[in-house]
């Protein structure tokens, strides 16, 4: 029987609304106070759900310390503590803006290399504030 599975691991991090193909009059029209350097800090919050089988006896979809193994690696250890505009590879070149979108599409692509074979990645949701998140889900 298919069952999805959701845990939820916190960062904090700092990121900056920059473009930096862009003036910085340009980014400051775009992005307002967003754009203040170095950045501003969220607590975010990421959730992310799997589905699989989950067939007695063990009836779970993965294994908690291996989902736990992965995260810890992927999203907090990677995330956590940094400012992501300078310290990320994927958006230290200053083109990628680490919205909470873009962030929710890494995510997604680091933790579904790393889950094993009959397990899949439904939805990556990163959460800035309580009152904004984004949701990366798998096309079918």
Known sequence: ???SLTRIVEFRATHRLHRSDWSEARNRAAF???NAAPGHAHDYRCAVTIAGPAEPPMAMVL???LLDR???EEVVRALGGKNINLEVPAFADGLTIPTCEAIAIHVFGRVAARLP???AL???RIQ???TLYADCTRVP
């Open 122 to 124: 439904e939805r990556v």
């Open 1 to 3: 029987m298919p069952i």
């Open 70 to 72: 992965i995260l810890d």
């Open 128 to 130: 800035e504030d309580p």
């Open 32 to 34: 307002g106070e967003l």
């Open 117 to 119: 074979a009959g397990v």
């Open 63 to 65: 294994d908690l310390p």
